[in-house]
Nanobody, 125 residues
Framework: VQLQASGGGLVQAGGSLRLSCAASGRTFSSAAMGWFRQAPGKEREFVAAINWSGGIKYYADSVKGRFTISRDNAKNTVNLQMNDLKPEDTAVYYC???????????????????WGQGTLVTVSS
């Protein structure tokens, strides 16, 4: 089972990036999935999460209105569209999936069972 995150890079403040997370080895179509991030010297923090159908989405207050999480169960992928990026968004972004099917997505990183390797997002001022 593998989650592969991609799409990170260097962008100027106010710019946009789209992160993608592709799952392989099993389907996650019934699982909640989330994005977390970790900046240098800081703890991993919740960014966004989505339930199995895409009908329930949660966002951290710091990204609400700027980031959009979505999923394509047919392609076994989850995406994070990031607009109006700020220097404080600089971090390694991780996608994650829960094991339990059909549950509400958690905001706690400890609730997730599978993790991608992370993709670095750097926002310059």
């Amino acid at each position: 089972v593998q989650l592969q995150a991609s799409g990170g890079g260097l962008v100027q403040a106010g710019g946009s990036l789209r992160l993608s997370c592709a799952a392989s080895g099993r389907t996650f179509s019934s699982a909640a999935m989330g994005w977390f991030r970790q900046a240098p010297g800081k703890e991993r923090e919740f960014v966004a999460a989505i339930n199995w159908s895409g009908g329930i989405k949660y966002y951290a207050d710091s990204v609400k209105g700027r980031f959009t999480i979505s999923r394509d169960n047919a392609k076994n992928t989850v995406n994070l569209q990031m607009n109006d990026l700020k220097p404080e968004d600089t971090a390694v972004y991780y996608c994650a999936a829960e094991e339990a099917p059909y549950g509400l997505p958690s905001l706690r990183w400890g609730a997730y069972d599978y993790w991608g390797q992370g993709t670095l997002v750097t926002v310059s001022s």
